[in-house]
Every structure is written in C-alpha cells, then in structure tokens.
C-alpha cells in the first residue's frame, strides 16, 4: 500500500513541474514580440534597441523604452544584409522567413518503414492463410469448420440413390431433429454420434449434407486434418470451439471428414514420437462427446474408410453409437444411381440403363457419376447429338483399362504374339461354364503398360464363389500364357499380370479358404493388414504354423496353378483352330465384341452328339 502512494506522489510531483513549466513558456511568450527584419532597422537607427543576440537565423533583442502592451524584448528573422539595404531604399515592411524541411525528412524516414512494414504484414497473412488459415495470432484456436446455412445446403435424400439401407438409418436422425417429442415418447434419446464407414467414392461425404439438407438445420463440415496445425494446444482448442459454436446453432450438425485422420488409435505407433498433439486433439473429442447432451439436438456425423485403426475408445457406445455401413452398390442401386446422373446429359434412345449397370459390377456413386462425365465427354469429342451406348461402353473401357495409346507401336512379333495371348484368354472364357461372359478384346494398347485387354462382363453380382468357379478364373487368366506356348513354343513377360492375380487366388484358396485337403480346413493368414498395435505401416503378419506346413502350403499352391495352366492348355488344344481364327480376326479388326467370338458351347455340344 506504501509502495501505491508514493507512485502516486510522483505523478503529483511531474504534474506540479509541469504547470511551472508551462507557465514560464507563456509568459515568456508575452514579454517577447515579434516584429519585421525592416522595423528591426528602423529600431536600431532611432536608437531604441538595448542589447542584441545574434543567432544563425534569428535575431533576440531588448528594447530601450517597453512597448505599449508592455513588452521589452523582441525577435526577428535575419536577412541577408546586402538584400536588406536594396528594400530599405524602397521603405518596404520586410520580413525573414525560415524554411523548414521537418515534415520532408520526417517523411523520407517515416515512408520507408512504413512500406516494409506493410509488406511484411501482408506476407505473414499469406503465409499464416496457407499453414492454417490463420488471419492472425488471435484466432489460431477458432475452429476451422465451414458453416452451411439451410439455404446453402440444397442437398436432400433425392439426390441419394443406391444404399437404401443406410438412408433409412439416417432418416431416423433427420426425424429425431424434426420430431424429438414424438421419438422421445417411449423414453428413447438421439444417437450422439453416427459413424459412415465405407469405401472411397461411396457417397458418406454426400450422406451428411443431405441429412443437414432433409433436417433444414445449420451444419458444420470439417476435415479430421484440419484440428492439428503447428502450434500445440491447437487442436484441442477448435475441437473446443467447434462445439461450443454448435451448441449456440443447435440444432445443427457436425460432420468431421476423413475421422481417421483424427482419431487414429493412441500408441498405435509406439517408436515413431510426434504423435502427441493428435493425442491432446483426440482426448479432447472424446471429452466433448462425453460431454454434450443429445437433447440440446447436436447431432455428430462423421465418415471414414479405414475404420480398423480408430482408437477403441472412440467407436464405443455413448460416443459413436450408430455405425452406418456405405458400401458399393449392388445392381439395382447402380440402376437408382445412373437415373440421378443422366438427368443432366442428353441420352440417346439407344442407351440401357440396365445393360451400363449390369457391366459395371464394384462400381462405387463417384465411380458412376464419373462414368457418366466421361460418356458425355466422349459423345461430344466425336459430334454426337446425344449419348450412345457405344460413348458408355468406351468411357467404361477407358476407366477399367485406361486411355488409348494410338501411338505405341508394336513390330509385326509382338503384336501377333499379343492377339494370341488375348485370344486365348477370350477362348478359355468362352469354353468353361460358369464363367463371366466375355464383353470385348482387343490388341490396342491402353494405359501405362497393358498391350491388350479382355473385358468380361459377369451377369449378376456375386457374394460367394465355389472351388470350381475359382478353378475356372485360375484357367482364363492361364490362357493367356498357354496360347503363347502353343503357338509360339516360347513364353514372353506379357502375362506378369495374369501370373500375380492367379497367384494371390491360388494362395487364398488354400490359407483362407481352407480349400486344399492335404493343408486342411484350416486358415493360415489373415483378410488384410490390422493397423491396431502396428509400428510403422502394416507389419508382416506372425507365421503360426511350421516351416514343414509352410512347404505343405507352397506344394498346394503350386498344385493348383499347374492344374490350372494345364486345363487352359487342354482347352486351347481342343479349339486350335478357333483360337488361330480368332486371333487372325483380332490382328485384322483390332478389336471383337462377344458376337464375333466363336461359341464354343454349342461346339462342343455338336461334337458330342455327333459322336454318340
């Protein structure tokens, strides 16, 4: 308290010196006049000036005899003596007049700096927008999310097609939005949290707009990536931020993009260090998940296609209590999903919608609606008035096997040896039942390094395969291989492809199938890398069996591909001379469709009646 009072005593004091100080300034101002460099003179031959002082410009001096108001003392500006003698001959008033170049040096110091200063302002605000989109040090916390209002949805279950079941999933939280009296009669509460999980391009970004859109409500879209900046606490602080802005809208929506991102599992990644910030960001989530109520009506969406390495914690109930499974479409959702895109294209009366749905099987909606672009796109390249079922089957031959190189050519060897190599696997497809029916071949070169292609088209989607069929795919991706051998008694590197494929299946089918009985009905390797309690990546997977099972394993395997290798030879011995046709058709037109193959079916059919 001492310590405050004399701290004011010395503001007192200041204050005090100051008026003194400005009191003698003023009445030094009053007892000083200014006068004219000529009444100087005319002072000084009357003989009326005391004492002077002279200065660089100026001139201080007393009077004899004070003036009438009293003054005694006066200034002047200086004159140059020879220019004051000429105007005292005219009886001309004339005055000195210092010129100040202040406020030009002041500028010409102040100018630059104030230039630098801008443009470095300017370039940190264009760095600080790039790192986070920062517009200062002040909002680094302030959550990133884009804010769509009702009206900048104008997206609704409409514009949804395909996935039937997750809609319905999703319209009870639309219903819970617009009706939580009704849904909340028998004593029910709102999912805190729906987890979309599904392959890339199957439309979960597309699902949460349109539930904003259905529940016409605020939503708040963000990207996992966009929690964790450079600065530590920033996550955490705009997960903050981000649902203390939503519960000011409520009801609205969150929707966090690509959660993997995000809440990827803590330790997941014991040696690699860094990974505390994601940490502090993830606590965080779980603890607003904890902690907001689902009746203030904040609804958590969030989408992710790798759902096996977010943290456990994250996926329990009362965090993320509804998991919606997006998956790809089946053939009637294809069929749903093509009649959304072609209402914005001009379609020919040639066009199947079932027929471009039955030859796109594992397609995902962004696939599709690629498809149809690309369709559209071809149709103009050639002129066309509208979309032919010819612009599909190529926007679908140029997304399966890539763009058309026209310009690699092959000598007269190889391309012979590509049309048999083709031939054959469009031979052994033919020949085998229960296969996918052939669509087209052809010896045009597309993509990175395909010389050739044949593209089945299956008639139905499959879920389950049998031993047989599988034995039937090993053989056409032989055919290949096998045509070569035969007609040329020699092997090339163009069925490395075909190779790898049938080895993967063969490998399958006898440690995840359990489909040899000399290994047994036993499974030997897992479905795909687990990301949980990995180091860096997906590690190899610990061998649970003996070396003396493994060799069991590589005999089965080999066994396999060898009677597969010797099925497609047989077949193509038996049609040699369909197969050389055929090739000798494919070297002429470049390209058949399955009406120009032989059938072989009825072939064999007609050789076995004829011999009984």
Excluded at 75 to 85: G, K, M, Q, S, Y
Excluded at 90 to 109: D, I, M, P
Aim: hydrophobic residues 40%; glycine residues 8%; charged residues 25%.
């Amino acid at each position: 308290m001492e310590r405050k009072t004399q701290f004011n005593a010395w503001y007192i004091l200041l204050a005090i010196l100051g008026v003194f100080l400005l009191q003698d300034l003023w009445i030094q101002s009053q007892s000083v006049e200014h006068i004219p460099y000529s009444e100087f003179q005319a002072l000084l031959e009357q003989g009326e000036v005391e004492a002077i002082e002279i200065r660089e410009r100026r001139i201080h001096g007393k009077l004899r005899n004070p003036t009438a108001d009293g003054r005694d003392q006066f200034v002047t500006t200086r004159v140059d003596p020879a220019l004051a003698n000429d105007l005292a001959q005219y009886g001309t008033e004339f005055t000195g007049v210092v010129e100040t170049h202040l406020f030009a040096n002041v500028l010409s110091w102040v100018l630059p700096i104030l230039v630098f200063f801008g443009l470095w302002v300017f370039i940190f605000r264009k760095l600080a927008e790039k790192q986070g989109g920062l517009g200062g040090f002040m909002t680094v916390g302030k959550s990133k999310a884009k804010v769509y209002m009702e009206q900048d949805t104008k997206v609704t279950f409409d514009d949804v097609a395909g996935v039937d079941e997750a809609k319905k999933e999703l319209e009870e939280v639309v219903a819970f939005l617009q009706r939580p009296d009704e849904y909340g009669r028998l004593g029910a509460r709102m999912p805190k949290g729906i987890l979309l999980v599904g392959p890339p391009g199957t439309g979960k970004t597309l699902f949460a707009r349109a539930v904003a859109g259905e529940a016409k409500v605020p939503f708040f879209s963000i990207n996992g990536s966009e929690f964790v900046e450079m600065f530590v606490g920033v996550g955490a602080a705009r997960v903050r931020d981000l649902f203390e802005q939503a519960r000011q809208k409520a009801p609205c929506i969150i929707f966090i993009d690509e959660l993997d991102a995000l809440g990827r599992a803590r330790g997941a990644f014991p040696g690699g260090g860094g990974h505390d910030e994601k940490e502090q960001t993830l606590n965080q989530l779980l603890a607003e998940l904890d902690g907001f109520d689902p009746g203030q009506g904040v609804v958590l969406l969030a989408a992710t296609n790798r759902p096996e390495i977010l943290d456990p914690a994250l996926l329990r109930p009362g965090r993320f209590d509804r998991h919606v499974l997006v998956e790809r479409p089946d053939r009637a959702g294809r069929v749903a999903i093509l009649d959304v895109h072609i209402k914005r294209i001009s379609l020919g009366d040639d066009v199947d919608i079932e027929a471009v749905a039955s030859i796109t099987p594992g397609f995902s909606g962004a696939d599709l609606a690629n498809l149809v672009n690309e369709a559209a796109v071809v149709a103009t390249r050639r002129d066309a008035p509208a979309v032919a079922m010819e612009d599909f089957n190529n926007a679908m031959e140029r997304m399966v096997a890539g763009l058309e190189k026209k310009n690699r050519l092959l000598n007269p060897h190889e391309r012979e040896v590509v049309a048999y190599h083709e031939a054959g696997h469009a031979m052994v497809a033919v020949a085998l039942p229960g296969t996918d029916p052939v669509h087209k071949i052809s010896i045009i070169p597309r993509g990175i390094g395909a010389l050739g292609y044949t593209i089945q088209r299956p008639t139905e989607d499959r879920y389950l395969m049998t031993r047989e069929e599988l034995e039937n795919k090993l053989a056409v991706l032989f055919g290949g291989r096998a045509a070569e051998l035969l007609i040329f008694e020699e092997l090339s590197t163009g069925a490395a492809d075909d190779l790898n494929k049938a080895t993967d299946i063969a490998r399958s089918m006898v440690t995840r199938y359990g489909m040899d009985s000399c290994v047994g009905q036993m499974t030997y390797e897992g479905q795909g890398p687990a990301f949980l309690n990995n180091g860096y990546g997906a590690r190899p997977e610990r061998r649970e069996y003996s070396e003396e099972t493994a060799r069991e394993i590589d005999c089965a395997v080999r066994d396999i591909i060898t009677a597969a290798f010797e099925r497609a030879t047989e077949t193509l011995i038996r049609h040699r001379k369909l197969l050389i046709e055929t090739a000798q058709k494919l070297l002429e037109k470049e390209t058949l469709t399955a009406e120009e193959l032989p059938d072989l079916h009825a072939i064999e059919k007609k050789v076995a009646a004829s011999a009984t």
